[in-house]
């Protein structure tokens, strides 16, 4: 079974700097997406940021990048010029390339945004 | 176009209580899923509908039962509320068919309680 293991609880970051999430994952599937969302205190569940397996290249959305490293099954999330709006719970996330599209998450990392 | 939506909000129930939560999505999309939210701990898939008039069991489904009633609804029934069904419920609805084909696009969430 795929598991998604995030080790850090919470961070805090001030605002303006750089901050990196960790996520790490198990599966035995070469094809398969991996996800990070975003939950703020109002419980809504928001899409950051996907990156196909087979996508050597790293995913980026403006401020947000990950490091995708398939061998380690590593995939990390960096925020740079961190904003107060950034505070939230980040959700790392698995599922495989085909079929259904059952999500498979990570426990969560609370981010703290310092002023 | 309100994407997915959940009814109710907010629900406390007596052991042995049952209810419905009733979820829609106006984005014509195939496949729905219900995950479970409790503290500490990221989504868990409960049940899901990969197309209307399919449902197959997600990793925790003792205690529920889920009907696809059209596309559009797929809901999700505790005949029997017990305490650890305490938790924050989600809905969301995805379609492979589509250029967000990667995405889940989720509900706002019901946080129901059982005494």
């Known amino acids: 079974a795929q598991t998604v293991t995030q080790s850090q609880p919470e961070m805090s970051v001030q605002e303006a700097e750089t901050v990196t999430l960790s996520c790490t994952y198990d599966?035995?599937?070469?094809?398969?997406?991996l996800f990070w969302y975003k939950q703020p205190p109002s419980r809504q569940m928001i899409l950051v940021i996907r990156?196909?397996?087979?996508?050597?290249q790293n995913a980026t959305e403006n401020r947000f990048s990950v490091n995708f490293q398939k061998a380690a099954k590593s995939f990390s999330l960096k925020i740079s010029d961190s904003q107060l709006g950034d505070a939230a719970m980040y959700f790392c996330?698995?599922?495989?390339?085909?079929?259904?599209?059952?999500?498979?998450f990570g426990q969560g990392t609370r981010l703290t945004i310092n002023p | 176009n309100a994407g997915v939506t959940q009814t109710p909000k907010f629900q406390v129930l007596k052991t042995g209580q049952s209810m419905t939560l009733q979820c829609a999505q106006d984005?014509?999309?195939?496949?729905m899923y219900w995950y479970r939210q409790d503290p500490g701990m990221g989504l868990r898939l409960i049940y899901y509908?990969?197309?209307?008039?399919?449902?197959d069991k997600g990793e925790v489904p003792n205690g529920y039962n889920v009907s696809r009633l059209n596309k559009r609804e797929f809901s999700l029934r505790l005949e029997s509320a017990a305490p650890s069904q305490t938790s924050v419920y989600f809905c969301?609805?995805?379609?492979?068919?589509?250029?967000?084909?990667?995405?889940?696009?989720f509900g706002p969430g019901t946080r129901l309680t059982v005494l």
């Open positions: 996330a698995y599922r495989i390339y085909q079929g259904a599209q059952k999500l498979v």
């Open positions: 990156q196909e397996a087979y996508k050597q």
């Open positions: 509908s990969a197309s209307e008039g399919t449902t």
């Open positions: 969301a609805s995805s379609d492979e068919r589509t250029v967000t084909h990667n995405e889940q696009f």
């Open positions: 984005m014509n999309h195939n496949s």
């Open positions: 599966t035995s599937e070469s094809d398969y997406y």
